[in-house]
């Protein structure tokens, strides 16, 4: 008696084809992992992530829905460590210049630990693609339309990871000129994340700004027809 044999892992394409519907379980994995989704920033040093996952990852990313199909996102892998280095040190100097700017709430943020650059195993960089000219669904609203889009593209990408059990960590606080310069952006170009990526020891049972009661999550809202404070 042979046993079978092993079938290769379908693509999401392949999986869907046909317009498959999702089962119970399926549904109820997908809630699970939108509510164990969080904003990491311990990681475990020394650590690396599987090719193969990273690519899936990648590819989760560049599957999200864009305004006018344009897909503006664009994804950097920094593996130079001199030029993580650099990347850190920009995020160091503006944590420090936020701090600044905070009046007496700068020693608690201090504090915080806001990034995990020096310890994930990826460090991605998302930015915005110079302007193609789409007008589809953007004449209103160009710029807010590609920053959405990539946005959507970055949200794939971090239930992804969770669903793989890696923790991923979007980190805001760089000059993003600065930036863009430091990774020889073409002119039009905008950095927008800087998102470290990797193993990490457990996910924070609750946002670990809650935990640390530096802000405190908003209950779902739902206004009826129209702008409602008071509903």
Same mark, same amino acid.
């Given at each position: 008696m042979t046993s079978a044999k092993p079938q290769p892992m379908k693509t999401p394409e392949q999986k869907l084809a046909g317009g498959e519907h999702f089962s119970l379980d399926e549904r109820e994995a997908l809630y699970r992992i939108i509510n164990a989704r969080r904003d990491m920033r311990h990681f475990l040093p020394g650590t690396t992530v599987d090719e193969a996952v990273l690519h899936r990852l990648l590819l989760? %990313?560049? $599957?999200?829905? $864009?305004? *006018?199909?344009?897909?503006?996102?664009?994804?950097?892998?920094? *593996?130079? %460590?001199? +030029?993580?280095? $650099?990347? %850190? %040190? +920009?995020?160091?100097? &503006?944590?420090?210049?936020?701090?600044?700017?905070? *009046? !007496?709430?700068?020693? !608690?943020?201090?504090?915080?630990?806001? &990034? *995990?650059?020096? !310890?994930?195993? !990826?460090?991605?960089v998302v930015a915005l693609a110079p302007d193609d000219g789409t007008l589809f669904g953007r004449r209103t609203m160009p710029e807010e339309m590609a920053l959405c889009s990539a946005a959507c593209a970055i949200q794939n990408l971090w239930l992804a990871a969770r669903a793989e059990n890696l923790g991923m960590g979007w980190v805001s606080l760089f000059d993003p000129v600065r930036l863009a310069k430091l990774l020889n952006c073409p002119p039009g170009a905008k950095t927008i994340a800087l998102l470290c990526l990797g193993p990490v020891a457990e996910f924070y049972p609750r946002p670990m700004l809650e935990q640390l009661n530096w802000r405190q999550g908003k209950p779902l809202t739902v206004m009826q027809d129209g702008w409602c404070e008071s509903c």
């Open positions: 989760a %990313a560049h $599957s999200a829905p $864009s305004v *006018g199909l344009m897909q503006p996102w664009r994804f950097m892998r920094i *593996g130079d %460590a001199t +030029l993580r280095a $650099s990347i %850190a %040190a +920009l995020v160091d100097e &503006e944590r420090n210049l936020t701090a600044q700017a905070l *009046g !007496e709430r700068d020693t !608690e943020f201090m504090r915080l630990k806001v &990034e *995990g650059i020096r !310890e994930c195993a !990826e460090l991605l």
